[in-house]
């Protein structure tokens, strides 16, 4: 019993020796440790693709010079997103912060790391940023703070595309991408009366941004002009406009007749017949064939290939109105081929413009490969379809064979067309801002892009790869002087490609 218990105290003696030993190290700790890390209350708001400061520094203040500091990722110690050591950043960090992260001031007052300002800048930031940051700091003392960066992501200008729905109202559809978190919807009516949104859609792309979809209904008494008011997180916002007059449905012609005349007593035959076909072709986005032709001709423009635009393999004829692969092209994977764009050499920074083009030669089946549109002057060669966005100054649509009709807008409209187009249509409405692409060979209207134009404004061809057919500018109709001559040099340059 005896020997129990002094065994007993034996241990218990060990113990405290140990708890006196851990004791005097807090103790030491203590005193030493004058120093600790700071941050800022709360979080850190950061945005996709610009770059943050996460504030963090020593108090008080002190040279930060010879310590180490480490910022990294909860349970990433090793493989920070910076390590400071010995005077000069190590190349320890992890491969998806290395270029992107540097030491910072956290104010325009801070001399950085000499005032123990130990801050960190990222650039180029991404969603994967977002989340939860450690600030280490060690020397004869260490201390630690977390530091919550929210990254957000501020999606594209709304496209807005409108649809007749019946006389009296017109179904605008909403569609942006890249936003993070999801953005809220509000729609407007040009009175700043709020519209009721039929439905709202979020999907989440593979980089993790969200894609929103909306539509309204909107009566062609109520409103003339429709806003798409897209909003993250209760501040920043985007819109869209459009115009919904411009796409009224049309079952009666003569009504507009009726109005037109009343309104413009003054207005001669042709001016009046013009305004007239103006209504049916343009506004209500559909094709009355013979009205369209006519006010078409009034339209046309004519439009010549600026051989500079392109490469010089380009097959381009000597009257610089058909285009085609060059020969032996040798295609880059499976995609559309967008270097073998070509722009007009006539440019545009107003008013409304008419342009065709042909897709078929002979008995030959038309074109599967082609795209056509419009570009802000200057921009040209593009490989990649990345840079050809309406942001970039481009805006077309793309036949791009099995794979269907598209546009470049943000995001793609796909259209299913069939039978393929033999001859395209292109109305731009510089002042309005909208390319309208109509099927003339069926009198259809296809598709109406609005955005808006700034600065010069070109024709925008590709005649694709892998067609037996050329892509041909036609028209204006030629002057009645020598219509010989000039079908004649078409045919000869044409025999040369077809
Ligand atoms: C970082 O920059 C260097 C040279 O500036 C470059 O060689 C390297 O590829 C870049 N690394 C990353 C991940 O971007
Ligand atoms: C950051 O973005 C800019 C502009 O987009 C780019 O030029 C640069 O290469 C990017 N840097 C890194 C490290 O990704
Ligand atoms: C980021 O900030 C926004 C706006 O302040 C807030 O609504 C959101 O909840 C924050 N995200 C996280 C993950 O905390
Ligand atoms: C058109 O559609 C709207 C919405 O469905 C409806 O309220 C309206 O009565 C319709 N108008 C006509 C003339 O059919
Ligand atoms: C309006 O158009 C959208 C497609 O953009 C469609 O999903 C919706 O059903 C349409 N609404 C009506 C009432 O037709
Ligand atoms: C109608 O008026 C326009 C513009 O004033 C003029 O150019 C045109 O020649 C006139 N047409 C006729 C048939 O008088």
Redesign the pocket.
Known sequence: MSEDFSSRGQSSCVCKMLLLAVFSLILVEASDSKHVVEVLPGQIVGRV?LTVTLPCWISPQTDAGTLEIRWYRPERFNTPVLFYQEGKIQEVQEEEYR??SSLSRRSALSNGLKDGDVSLRL??LTLQDGGVFYCYVSGDWYDSQAVTLNISALGRTPVLSPQPLNDTHVNVSCRSSGWFPEPSVMWMSDRRRLLSAGRVSHSRGADGTFSVHSWTLVSLSEASQVFCLLTLNSVEEREGAVDVQAFRPSPSVHDETIELLRNNAGMNGSQLLYSMCLIVCVYKSQVIEKCCEFMFMFLTVVITLDRESARPDLRITQDLKRVRDPKDYQRRGDGFPYELCVCGAETFTSGRHYWEVELVYNNLDPKSFWLIGVAVKGNYQSADKTGLTASAGFWFLCSDGPKGFYTNTEPTIILSLSPRPQCVGVLLDYDSGQLSFYDVTESKHLLTISTRFSGPVVPLFNPGVGDECSLTIVGPPEPKESPEESTQTLLQNSQNLV
């Open positions: 693709g270029n992107r650039d180029n």
